[in-house]
């Protein structure tokens, strides 16, 4: 119980500071003593059964800190209308009653830390330059509409500065960068901030948070975070933003730099330094405070944390501060520079390549005469030619002769080896059925251009990134190259035409669409100039729309195959001379002028050939073309 009060006020108003002193006295029978603002207490001063209670504005609040930092006295903040910063900041209850309660509870006594910016004290905020929606003190008192003015209004006025910043560490970086944000902690009672995690109030360490978006997806992203999910956390950070935690921060530019203290007036300085003062005060915190008094006992941390690998650095720093914010990230130096050198070895001819290319299509070949799926499946993880591929695809958004020629003499190489093994090796065995899993491959459409579309995404992705390139094998199975060739091969061994022209051009769907997705992914993923890339996704693109033409007459065909499939489908039986037959529709095929239908027609008794004209009869009501039934009687005995 503190038996002294210093009562530290500018308040004149009789009747505010009646009603403080009387409930004072009142409930704890201490001693008030009033002073100045500018009266500074000393060490000797300094008595555990003394408390000081600041009824004063945030700016009053502050210059009282600064003149008693570490100092031993207990301090205490009461509510009034001039100090909203501080009450936001500690927690203060906005009851004048239940403050002074929380100021005479020693369990709501805590060391807290200050943050100093340039010598000024800031309770919770320093922000250099613009932040975009994260700094949102009266956001959520806006109407709907103006909060989606405000989210388009920041769109498409994001502006970049060049930032040098440097740690308590010595670490110095080099960025470009839309504002910086410092805050010393977050609390509950912190509802403009955006951030999610509970900053400790006295760990010794500032937090900043650097908008920096690389891409214009990834600032819409970062605004979508803060506009409407309206929290962000250390754990799922947004690419635009970068964070450092730190004891001590510098922060300078090329020219002036404005910022602003806890959303007060703007301040202008050539350089910002910041500090944290650690448990420099004592100060009880309010009571909705109350488990982060007990719970953070943080400790102040050796390391730095740093999280600046999204930022922008060189080449895209000078971009930015241009004023040019990319529709695409840009890739760094030293992303680009391992995936060439990847990119460079898989377009390479090399004898390996070889024998994986021939082993992988005699193993189709052979799964193909099998009609065995799992034996195919085989053959497409050992194919190499999606390597290749990706590479070509890396050459044209980059324009790289050599990465295309290289890639493309490899790719010839082993289209021209699996074709040739595939067909003599069809010489050889004395089958020239073609099975189902030949025939699956003679009819492409529409749908097999989105696989290849969705591999070559799949396919361009992984290779960029190494965490997930344990994925080829998938993509490999997904798009199924070799196996193709294979059956184009067996067409140009058993001379059949149809069979070569389908299995190639279900190949060659895959080759272009393969190339194309891929090559707009890695232009999405920043490893080529949309300039550079153009001549190249222009041919590519008119390749496709010439392949997609027959193979949206493929896919237009398969639609009708499968609505007369439906139609016909719906005879689940025909009555006969007072019996019902039953009708299985198997198989619909559209041909020419012709619809083949292939079915089971189950009875108790042998049918004649005027029932099954009967049955047609009915059936050809239904569809537009002359119908042909292949029919396979089901006798059933009972």
């Known amino acids: 119980m503190y038996r002294d009060v210093c009562f530290i006020t500018k308040e004149q108003d009789e009747k505010i500071l009646g009603e403080i002193f009387d409930y004072i006295k009142e409930k704890y029978t201490s001693k008030i003593a009033t002073f100045s603002t500018e009266k500074i207490f000393d060490k000797s001063e300094e008595k555990q059964d003394c408390l000081f209670l600041l009824y004063l504005s945030d700016d009053e609040i502050k210059t009282f800190f600064q003149n008693h930092l570490n100092t031993n006295i207990n301090i205490a903040i009461l509510p009034n209308e001039n100090c909203p910063n501080a009450m936001r900041n500690y ?40 932040m975009h929606g994260m700094n949102r003190l009266d956001y959520n008192q806006n109407s709907r509409i103006n909060k989606i003015k405000i989210f388009f209004n920041n769109l498409i006025n994001i502006k970049f500065k060049s930032y040098t910043l440097t740690t308590s560490k010595e670490q110095s970086i080099q960025t470009a960068a839309s504002g910086i944000t410092i805050l010393e902690h977050t609390t509950i009672m912190n509802k403009e901030s955006a951030i999610k995690d509970d900053l400790s109030i006295h760990d010794g360490k500032l937090n900043a948070y650097i908008l920096a978006p690389t891409s214009l997806f990834s600032y819409i992203w970062y605004l979508i975070s803060i506009f409407f999910y309206q929290k962000i956390s250390l754990v799922s950070l947004p690419k635009s933003l970068g964070f450092i935690k730190t ?111 021939i082993l992988s299509t005699l193993l189709a070949t052979t799964g193909l005469f099998a009609n065995s799926a799992p034996v195919i499946i085989g053959a497409m993880i050992l194919a190499p030619l999606m390597a290749p591929i990706i590479s070509l695809s890396m050459g044209v958004v980059r324009a790289d002769k050599f990465l295309m020629i290289q890639s493309a003499r490899s790719l010839i190489i082993g289209i021209f080896m ?76 058993l001379g059949n035409i149809d069979v070569i022209y389908g299995s190639f051009l279900l190949f060659v769907t895959n080759l272009v669409g393969i190339t194309l997705s891929a090559a707009l992914t890695f232009i999405v993923l920043g490893y080529a100039p949309i300039k550079r890339a153009k001549k190249g996704i222009l041919y590519t693109s008119i390749l496709m729309v010439i392949i997609a033409i027959p193979l949206f007459l493929s896919f237009m065909d398969v639609v009708h195959r499968y609505d007369y499939f439906n139609k016909l489908n719906g005879f689940k039986s025909v009555a006969l001379n007072g019996h019902d037959i039953e009708l299985h529709i198997k198989k619909v095929q559209n041909k020419n002028d012709e619809i083949i239908v292939n079915l089971d027609v189950i009875s108790s008794k042998p049918l004649i050939l005027d029932d099954y004209n009967i049955i047609k009869e009915k059936l050809q009501k239904v569809v537009d073309k002359k119908l042909v039934l292949e029919i396979t009687p089901v006798i059933v005995i009972n």
């Open 418 to 493: 699996a074709l040739l093994f595939s067909c003599v090796y069809t010489l050889f065995i004395p089958l020239e059925q073609i099975t189902a899993e030949m025939q699956g491959r003679l009819n492409p459409n529409l749908l097999d251009l989105m696989v290849a579309v969705f591999s070559g995404i799949a396919g361009a992705y992984a290779n960029s990134k190494e965490e997930v390139a344990k994925s080829l094998a998938g993509v490999a199975i997904a798009v199924a190259l070799v196996p193709p060739l294979s059956v184009t091969g067996i067409g140009l061994g």
């Open 91 to 130: 927690g203060v209850s906005k009851d004048i009653k239940e403050s002074i309660e929380d100021a005479f509870n020693i369990e709501l006594l805590s060391k807290i830390d200050l943050l100093k910016c340039n010598d000024f004290i800031a309770f919770n905020r320093v922000v250099i330059g613009d």
């Open 247 to 357: 004891s001590k921060l510098s922060v300078s530019s090329n020219g002036i730099l404005n910022y602003k203290i806890d959303h007060k007036d703007m301040y202008q300085s050539n350089m910002i330094e910041l500090e944290v003062l650690q448990d420099c005060l004592n100060v009880h915190l309010g009571k909705v405070l109350l488990e982060i008094v007990k719970n953070d006992t943080n400790q102040c941390e050796e390391k730095d944390v740093i999280k600046l690998n999204t930022l922008p650095k060189a080449e895209l720093s000078s971009i930015l501060i241009g004023g040019k914010l990319p529709l695409f990230k840009k890739a760094t130096d030293e992303e680009f520079k391992d995936l060439f050198v990847s990119l460079k070895d898989s377009a390479k001819f090399s004898y390996t390549y070889l024998t994986l290319m």
